[in-house]
């Protein structure tokens, strides 16, 4: 059984950064893909960034050049650098893996940005 967790999320001000992580239990050599997605309130939740297992990226145009994402297969954890972070930023961000043709979800962990 996989287990995703999340972590490093809170509050921060306008322009500042987090990192976020997200650490998976379990055997998950050979996964397809795993991304990171956010729902902020009263919207649908989106793909953030993506990451594939050949460590493929793929980015929303909205965090284009602010947001680094990143993967360390020995310690199975994806990790999720973001700059200059915006008040729409705001939202909670899920940890997702695809793995043997199943998706896998974290519990999401909150992100806001506010002065």
């Known amino acids: 059984q996989v287990q995703l967790v999340e972590s490093g999320g809170g509050l921060v001000q306008p322009g500042g950064s987090l990192r976020l992580s997200c650490v998976a239990s379990?055997?998950?050599?050979?996964?397809?893909?795993m991304g990171w997605y956010r729902q902020a309130p009263g919207k649908q939740r989106e793909l953030v960034a993506s990451i594939g297992s050949s460590g493929g990226t793929n980015y929303a145009n909205a965090v284009k050049g602010r947001f680094t994402i990143s993967g360390d297969s020995a310690k199975n954890t994806m990790y999720m650098q973001m700059n200059g972070l915006k008040p729409e930023d705001t939202a909670v961000y899920y940890c997702?893996?695809?793995?043997?043709?199943?998706?896998?979800w974290g519990q999401g962990t909150q992100v806001t940005v506010s002065s």
């Open positions: 997702k893996l695809v793995f043997r043709s199943l998706a896998y």
């Open positions: 379990g055997n998950i050599d050979n996964f397809f893909a």
